[in-house]
């Protein structure tokens, strides 16, 4: 299927870990890519490939895969770091050549 | 560093045809893919569809026959039509350089869409 899962909405204590997930059949050919996005900008690349991030994106942010789940981790999480995360994925199964997960709201407390 | 900014209508009627353009400062629109994505209020991301610097296109299949994105490398640009709009194209389109396909050690293919572009609110009325 076309399709990536991601848990709506996480919360997270500040300075603690989070970890979001994202789910789908594409990620089995595909590693995603992660975005942050705060309200009223643009999204931003924060993680894509094995665990690589753009200049600018801190080390506070990285990433695991496995099969067909894929993982954001936010450690010693900021303030700054509440904003809604997308994966994303290119996707071979004929019907959807590129495609975004539905996005996790992240609160920090 | 790569920036994007775009432009187009912000105001249209139903049936009528939504055009975006985008110019790329900073490098050439060689070795990457074009594209342009879409957030409707409230919403997630849409994928629209992207195109090569050489005008090799792909597009999202609920979009097909609406959608049209074509490149103008003379003026390092590329752009985006949406013909017979309806008040369910409302939403903020972003457009966004897309990399080549990278190979992962584990053999998986990866791609990544940076930078985007600002934004631009496009709003459909009846």
């Known amino acids: 299927s076309s399709e990536l899962t991601q848990d709506p909405v996480l919360s997270v204590a500040l300075g603690q870990t989070i970890r979001i997930t994202c789910q789908g059949d594409s990620l089995r050919s595909y590693r995603a890519s992660w975005y942050q996005q705060k309200p009223g900008q643009a999204p931003v690349l924060v993680l894509y490939?094995?665990?690589n991030r753009p200049s600018g994106i801190p080390d506070r942010f990285s990433g695991s895969t496995s099969a067909s789940t894929t993982s954001l981790t936010i450690t010693a999480t900021q303030a700054e770091d509440e904003a809604v995360y997308y994966c994303a994925s290119r996707d071979n199964s004929g019907n959807h050549p590129y495609v975004f997960g539905s996005g996790t709201k992240v609160t920090v407390l | 560093q790569v920036q994007l900014q775009q432009w187009g209508a912000g105001l249209l009627k139903s049936a009528e045809t939504l055009s975006l353009t985008c110019t790329v400062y900073?490098?050439?629109?060689?070795?990457?893919?074009w594209t342009w994505i879409r957030q409707p209020p409230g919403k997630g991301l849409e994928w629209l569809g992207e195109?090569?610097?050489?005008?090799?296109?792909d597009y999202n299949p609920s979009l097909k026959t609406r959608v049209t994105i074509s490149v103008d490398k003379s003026k390092n640009q590329f752009s985006l039509r949406l013909t017979s709009v309806t008040a369910a194209d409302t939403a903020v389109y972003y457009c966004?350089?897309?990399?080549?396909?990278?190979?992962?050690?584990?053999?998986?293919?990866?791609?990544?869409?940076?930078?985007w572009g600002q934004g631009s609110l496009v709003t459909v009325s009846s």
């Open positions: 900073g490098g050439s629109l060689s070795d990457y893919y």
């Open positions: 490939g094995e665990n």
């Open positions: 195109s090569s610097h050489s005008g090799v296109t």
């Open positions: 966004a350089r897309t990399s080549k396909t990278a190979i992962a050690a584990d053999g998986k293919g990866v791609v990544w869409l940076d930078p």
